[in-house]
């Protein structure tokens, strides 16, 4: 048990510093750098990691994990926000749309992200 707290705490700093890496993204100030849009993927995988063996070693995290958020609209608009961080959709551009999206989409990646953990 103490273990697999560790990993799911281990896990929400990982996705903490995606929260906030994505909140800069969408805020369009600056155009992401190779080493941020790295870092922000390398995190996505060490959390990815440590929620999965955190889910090995307690079946209840697992159903937590799970019930919660596996295939919820909640995953399906943060994996499609990551998809635009890694600059695999084209539609995406800053210009296209209004700062008050901008910060909409930020308040998302700081407060709908924050829900899960």
Known sequence: MIVSNSALLLASDMIGIQRALGSVFYTCIDEFTEKETKWFFENEGAANALLSFASSLNDDVSLMYTEQYVDSPLHKNISSLKFIVGGMDARFNCSSINITQR?????????GFHRIF
Request: no cysteine.
């Open 103 to 111: 910060f909409e989409t930020v308040e998302f990646w700081k407060v």
